[in-house]
């Protein structure tokens, strides 16, 4: 079922496309994430293989999972699985851990007079969001090369396997010891929340690879401003963590029924 599931996914998303060439250059893609990555185990070519159209919803770069995120966030709609988390015109939306920007730019379509604001702390994702949002035309988005934990100053970030899986990691780890281990700037969301005068956050989106509880601490001003906040944990015990915290600043959960996104998790202020 679940490979079912993921089949008519795919399927839908080939069917946004607007031309053949569009369809070729998604499956060819695919495909070699299939066969050349999953089943013989060759790395991930990041950032080498680069292919750009505009006739999907948003014209974009690829890397081997730019097109899985496309999936995702626009046919999927893993983040706006509710009606109440599709962006108003004129809402402020905080993307935390936004990678290239897919996520940003699905809100910016649906929000060309509100500010949104970009926090992504790879250096090379960050680079492919600025170009992304060059494609598309986009002139709402304030863009943050910085990472967002419980402190200002600077953190080590470990890239990962793929452009969405990068972390941040322990400060005692040696940044000589890995070449994929960079340090980088970091700070707190109640510092964004104040740098840019913000008045309310309308929607926040957290998706941070392990760091949610730290983002979470940082933020406490911030959230008492915050309406409504999705995000992404990967582990039983960060998903505890998280309710708590949330539940704890005035936050109650809306639970879901898609059973193959449990890593989803939506929150609305009560206050």
């Known amino acids: 079922m679940k490979k079912l599931k993921l089949a008519w996914a795919y399927t839908r998303l080939f069917l946004t496309a607007k031309d ?47 097109l899985t995120m496309y999936n995702e966030i626009f046919c999927l709609k893993v983040y706006s699985l509710f009606s109440e988390f599709l962006p108003k015109q004129g809402d402020t939306v905080v993307d935390l ?24 702390p790879d250096p090379d994702n960050f680079e492919w969001l600025v170009q992304h949002l060059r494609k598309n035309n986009t002139k709402n988005v304030i863009c943050i090369n910085e990472a967002v934990v419980n402190r200002n100053g600077s953190v080590y970030f470990q890239k990962g396997a793929t452009s969405g899986s990068g972390r941040i990691i322990d400060n005692n780890v040696s940044i000589n010891s890995d070449k994929r281990i960079i340090e980088v700037k970091a700070t707190t969301l109640d510092n964004i929340f104040e740098k840019f005068n913000m008045k309310r956050i309308h929607i926040l989106k957290i998706d941070v690879e392990g760091a949610e509880v730290d983002v ?13 906040i999705v995000l992404e944990c990967h582990s039983d015990e960060l ?17 879901h029924k898609n059973k193959f996104l449990p890593n989803i998790l939506y929150f609305i202020n009560r206050k």
């Open 216 to 228: 979470l601490i940082g933020g406490k001003k911030a959230l008492k401003k915050t309406e409504k």
């Open 20 to 66: 053949i060439i569009s369809i070729f250059k998604a499956a060819l893609i695919k495909l070699e994430d299939e066969l050349w990555v999953d089943l013989c185990g060759f790395k991930r070519r990041i950032g080498k293989k680069k292919l750009g159209w505009g006739n999907f919803s948003i014209s974009f770069t690829l890397d081997n999972s730019t």
């Open 97 to 120: 851990g936004a990678c290239q920007g897919i996520y940003t730019l699905f809100v910016a379509q649906n929000n060309t007079k509100g500010k949104i604001y970009a926090v992504e």
């Open 239 to 255: 998903r505890e963590k998280v309710k708590k915290l949330l539940f704890d600043r005035g936050f109650k959960e809306i639970t």
